[in-house]
Nanobody
Framework: QVQLVESGPGLLEASQTLFLTCTVS??????????WSWVRQSPGQGLEWVGS????????FYNPSLASRASIARDTSKNQLTLQLTSVTPEDTAVYFC????????????RGQGTQVTVSS
């Protein structure tokens, strides 16, 4: 059973860099066929895919609207997935989830409980 636990700063100011961590248990981040993703949900909005990393190949994919600011990485020694988002604005305020599943991201992939990120102007 895959378990995902997100953590992050909670509150930051506009123009700062957001850094989130997802601690994974139950499966290796390098397992074949698994994709590891970050998604977010702003107040009153649906889920928005941020980006993914393909576990066994280390291929990375990003939402084009966020590609210039987002960077996904993994620390295989700690089995952790990270997200860095630069130059944040209040529009980046959302609950951020990490997600895992077989194949490219879909809303059916397992998600953690999420971590609230609030950006003040």
């Amino acid at each position: 059973q895959v378990q995902l636990v997100e953590s992050g700063p909670g509150l930051l100011e506009a123009s700062q860099t957001l850094f989130l961590t997802c601690t994974v248990s139950g499966v290796s981040l390098t397992a074949d066929f698994y994709y590891w993703s970050w998604v977010r949900q702003s107040p009153g909005q649906g889920l928005e895919w941020v980006g993914s990393i393909a576990g066994s190949k280390d291929y990375k994919f990003y939402n084009p609207s966020l590609a210039s600011r987002a960077s996904i990485a993994r620390d295989t020694s700690k089995n952790q997935l990270t997200l860095q988002l630069t130059s944040v604005t209040p529009e980046d305020t959302a609950v951020y989830f990490c997600a895992s599943g077989i194949g490219p991201y879909s809303n059916s992939h397992r998600r953690g409980q999420g971590t609230q990120v609030t950006v003040s102007s």
